[in-house]
């Protein structure tokens, strides 16, 4: 597209003037005529437009940055395209860019502080929402009337996949100009250390670049300089800056002391969040503007060197009172301010995407989790909460679903869905509770005495164990009165001898619904119906979900009674809205509260090198992928945010028209295609149900039989029989068939003492590929179909997943390494697979928990395209909140 004249139109928006032009494109001041009102449009230039990767992730990225709703942040109202060239609507903003305000001097200390505050209030937002932005200067700061706006926010980072391809680097300052492409995917001056060695940046790659400006803004000149490019990279790698307050004698010494941390050239050596940044220098604007200067004066009239130490001590308490913020501390309970701060994976590792995979302690004190490194091994890690150093327990691999002993020194967990540990924080080996009964989450009261689900009986009630071992015995027993197929979730109520505890049930009224339980054997208490858990929190509150909203309601817990309305919380928090029903949240005795926001996914179509090719429709919560037979159509489970709960939902590939298929107040996933694309099967709940591929008609109930864990796999052409997973507390997970078209019963395809599951058929019928853990981890068999007999492994360092190519010579499988890998399949006399290969990386999950289906992908066009469900771009793991003194966030307005 060629440069814009005044009255040039871009669908609805009118052309006034050209503002602005650099390397990203053109800005222009133009007028929205259906709303009346000045907008800044951005024109992306032909040579980024004419690049379908680039294209790609300007879509994706501008759908990203069109969430961020802040007053610090530039608003981005729309997207569009006329001849070829995308271009972005944003707000209007007057002003003057830092850039060209430096270049009059060094700002004054006040004001320094407050747009500082203003700055990290923006990032704060933008990294909540995984946005990061990597190209934080001067240039993209406007300075308003009415504080600051973010330029630019996220786009940087949509434009080069390899952050040292295809750009140079300059030493001198950039321009004055919103659209200048930055260099390495950043400008020099403000880069961090890992962006300039190419290494991964996250939140704290902006805390730098945050540094390094108000640095500038601070004493007029950048914090790293050179006479050349080289000399400035060796800066910012290998030097310290002038410390601030020798340029700036009036800087509040706290003030230095955070921008030195921000500096710092080790990401974990840096603030952690933008919220503590921010918080902290709230603390010195106080020391700037006032609060510490009165309590100064209000220091005795002493000699000099006795009035310098009082200085000094007022001084050191306010860096002091900033380090105890960040500390959780359970002896200041009556502290009624909330605080928040966030928690990422240990480096090189990521969060368990199941919502299970966190704790907290009794005490407040201590944060566990399973975090899985890259070589797709998971293990159990602990963290103080007033440290930022996470280390991993030893002997803990494949742990999951951890929960705390009472006084907050023991930390209980499953692994391999048979065995239950318990491990001392402390320091020491895990030490077996028992091999008879794997642990689905617990709870553990003050005598010793364990709560909890095991992990291969889904459809019985609670049982219970001393924390020494022993036998297990029933806790609860089903209702068969009320359809009642799964007990779940316990938690110990403060009496020690009642527990909370959540139903599934094939009868609506009883299912989702809270009762209290009790080890003497009374009749449960019905409290209500929950979307989740509900955990029990001083000084009185029962906390729980309904569809995407934390909530909190007064519960007397000596009579078992709700009182008031349900008080939601400001809170995101991400939940399993089927099958479990777990929403990632853990909450203290000591009112520390740690959640997990809501995340999401994208699909994307690749080709075999991992190149976008397409996104499909806005990011959201996305489940199970599964392509029609033609490929013409996809059927995909899609969260809906009022309901909390999925449906199945219909895409038209060739339209790009989408249709609901379900709407059940209930959780519809997990669809699976009949062999001819006129039907589709799905699970409800702990059924199974069918409806016409059309729309048309009503969904009708396949079998009775199908229990609440079990989940549909495949439905081959011959024989017509479908392909599902069931869990059995002696055989765990098996592979069974249905008859669809005789008399719907069901099958032993391959019980045996190992978990198997996630199974496909060959197209040809003649072969069936599944994972199992046999061999102590995950990995990708094929067995004869249907006969069963004789098997081949498939993958060689794990994996899960296993799909087939349309022509059955070729089997695709995602390796624990987030890889997705292909082998060649040679099927003619005898079956011979070849050696594994990677394709391309991903971020699709890997979940190492067994017994768990996940569909990411799905191969079409015989294996030259696949249809990627992964997180958008951006950090690897979202980080858990930690939110400190949470009920005081009931009395805020």
Not at 139 to 163: C, E, H, Y
Not at 382 to 390: E, G, K, M, N, T
Not at 717 to 744: C, F, H, W
């Amino acid at each position: 597209m060629a440069t814009l004249t005044t009255g040039a139109r871009l669908g609805p928006y009118a052309v006034l003037e050209q503002i602005g032009q650099g390397g990203m494109g053109e800005v222009y001041r133009a007028t929205d005529t259906r709303l009346d009102r000045i907008v800044a449009i951005k024109v992306l230039p032909a040579h980024v437009a004419d690049s379908p990767m680039r294209r790609q992730r300007f879509e994706r990225e501008a759908r990203a940055v069109s969430s961020l709703n802040d007053p610090h942040i530039c608003a981005l109202y729309d997207v569009g395209e006329q001849d070829a060239s995308p271009f972005l609507v944003m707000e209007y903003v007057e002003g003057e860019t830092l850039a060209r305000r430096l270049m009059r001097g060094a700002l004054p200390i006040d004001q320094t502080l407050r747009y500082a505050i203003e700055i990290a209030d923006a990032l704060d937002h933008a990294h909540r929402q995984g946005i990061v932005h990597r190209d934080l200067k001067p240039a993209n700061i406007m300075l308003t009337r009415t504080g600051i706006k973010l330029l630019d926010f996220g786009v940087a980072k949509m434009w080069s996949p390899d952050p040292l391809a295809g750009h140079s680097i300059t030493a001198t300052r950039p321009a004055d100009t919103i659209t200048e492409e930055g260099t390495i995917v950043g400008t020099l001056h403000y880069m961090a250390p890992e962006q300039l060695e190419g290494r991964d940046t996250d939140a704290r790659t902006d805390i730098f670049a945050f540094g390094a400006v108000v640095y500038e803004m601070a004493t007029g000149q950048p914090a790293f300089q050179g006479q050349s490019q080289a000399s400035v990279i060796a800066a910012i790698l290998e030097r310290e800056p002038a410390r601030l307050s020798a340029a700036r004698a009036e800087a509040p010494p706290l003030f230095d002391q955070i921008i030195t941390r921000c500096l710092a050239k080790k990401p974990d050596d840096r603030w952690q969040t933008a919220a503590d940044l921010k918080q902290a220098l709230t603390w010195a604007a106080s020391a700037a503007s006032g609060t510490m200067t009165g309590a100064v004066r209000a220091l005795p009239q002493a000699s000099t060197p006795t009035r310098a130490v009082w200085i000094a001590a007022v001084i050191l308490l306010a860096i002091a009172s900033v380090a105890a913020m960040l500390i959780v501390s359970t002896r200041t309970r009556s502290n009624t301010t909330p605080y928040r701060f966030e928690v990422f994976p240990p480096e090189h590792a990521t969060f368990n995407p199941a919502p299970t995979f966190m704790s907290i302690s009794p005490d407040g004190r201590y944060l566990a989790f399973i975090a899985t490194s890259r070589d797709g091994n998971a293990g159990l890690w602990i963290r103080a909460l007033d440290s930022v150093v996470s280390r991993l327990l030893p002997g803990t691999d494949g742990a999951y679903q951890p929960y705390w002993s009472p006084d907050s020194r023991f930390i209980a967990f499953g692994v391999g869905g048979q065995k239950f540990y318990k491990v001392d924080v402390t320091g020491g080996a895990p030490q077996l509770i028992t091999d008879a009964a794997g642990s689905q989450m617990g709870t553990w009261n003050r005598d010793g005495i364990i709560v909890f689900k095991e992990s291969a009986s889904a459809g019985s009630g609670l049982s219970r164990i001393s924390a020494t071992g022993g036998p297990v015995t029933p806790a609860t027993i089903l209702d068969g009165n009320h359809g009642e197929t799964n007990h779940q979730w316990p938690q110990f109520l403060p009496d020690g001898r009642h527990f909370l505890y959540l139903t599934k049930s094939s009868q609506p009224e009883y299912d989702s619904v809270v009762y209290v339980g009790s080890l003497d054997n009374q009749p449960p208490i019905r409290l209500m119906r929950a979307d989740s858990q509900a955990m029990y929190a001083p000084p009185g509150y029962l906390l729980f979900m309904r569809g995407e909203t934390l909530f909190a309601q007064a519960f007397d817990s000596d009579r078992f009674r709700l009182s008031g309305d349900p008080i939601p919380l400001p809170e995101q928090v991400e939940r399993s809205p089927v099958g479990t029903r777990r929403a990632a949240f853990y909450v203290s005795q000591t009112g520390v509260l740690a959640y997990r926001s809501v995340g999401q996914t994208e699909l994307t179509w690749v080709d075999r090198t991992g190149k976008p090719l397409r996104v499909i429709g806005p990011p959201g919560r996305y489940s199970n992928p599964a392509l029609s037979p033609d490929e013409r159509r996809l059927a995909v489970g899609r969260l809906d945010p009022q309901t909390g709960m999925p449906d199945i939902w219909l895409l038209d590939l060739a339209r790009d028209l989408w249709s609901r298929l379900t709407s059940d107040p209930g959780p519809d996933d997990m669809p699976v295609w009949s062999p001819e694309g006129t039907q589709i099967v799905f699970r409800r709940g702990g059924r199974l149900y069918h409806k016409a591929a059309a729309g048309t008609g009503t969904e009708q109930e396949l079998s009775v039989s199908f229990k609440a864990m079990d989940q549909p796999l495949d439905w081959p052409r011959q024989p017509r029989e479908l392909v599902y997973s069931s869990v059995d507390k002696t055989t765990k997970n098996d592979l069974m068939t249905l008859a669809i078209d005789g008399d719907r019963s069901s099958t032993g395809f391959l019980r045996t003492s190992f978990n198997e599951f996630e199974a496909q058929v060959s197209p040809n019928g003649r072969w069936i590929a599944y994972v199992s853990d046999e061999s102590g981890k995950n990995d990708v068999y094929v067995r004869p179909f249907p006969s069963g007999d004789g098997k081949w492994l498939i993958s060689t360092t794990g994996g899960i997943e296993p799909k087939w190519r349309s022509d059955s010579k070729e089997l695709f499988y995602l390796s624990t390494d987030r890889n997705l890998m292909s082998v060649s399949i040679r099927a003619d006399s005898t079956f011979e697979p070849g050696t594994p290969t990677q394709l391309f990386a991903t971020r699709m999950s890997v979940l190492t928990n067994t017994g768990f289906t996940r569909n990411q992908y799905v191969v079409a066009d015989n294996g030259q395209r696949f249809l990627i469900n992964q997180p958008p771009e951006g950090p690897p793991s979202a980080p858990i909140t930690v939110l400190v003194n949470w009920p005081a966030v009931l009395k805020q307005p």
